[in-house]
């Protein structure tokens, strides 16, 4: 099993992208998938999470300005992200439970500069 994020990349504040985390091989279940991001100098936190059934979740600092929804026929989840600040600035990984195991995948970098 895989996770591959993507769609990261150089931003305007204002600005929108949306980040993509697909999985691959053999999955029999995908349960919550989560974002995360690690700024410069800064630890990883953990950003919005979208459960089997569709429930999500956003920290503070997110809510109302990114949401996370999924396509379970792609086993694919996204991140959609508007009015990006600079304190977005930060490489983005996906997390997921897939088959009762957690899968991490490869940051992708969201750059948000004038």
């Known amino acids: 099993v895989q996770l591959q994020a993507s769609g990261g990349g150089l931003v305007q504040p204002g600005g929108s992208l949306r980040l993509s985390c697909a999985a691959s091989?053999?999955?029999?279940?995908?349960?919550?998938i989560s974002w995360y991001r690690q700024g410069p100098g800064k630890q990883r936190d953990w950003v919005a999470a979208?459960?089997?059934?569709?429930?999500?979740g956003y920290a503070d600092s997110v809510k109302g300005r990114f949401t996370i929804s999924r396509d379970n026929a792609k086993n694919t989840v996204y991140l959609q992200m508007n009015s990006l600040k600079p304190e977005d600035t930060a490489v983005y990984y996906c997390?997921?439970?897939?088959?009762?195991?957690?899968?991490w995948g490869k940051g992708t970098l969201v750059t948000v500069s004038s």
């Open positions: 979208i459960s089997s059934g569709g429930s999500t």
């Open positions: 997390n997921a439970d897939i088959n009762s195991m957690d899968y």
């Open positions: 091989g053999t999955i029999f279940s995908i349960n919550v």
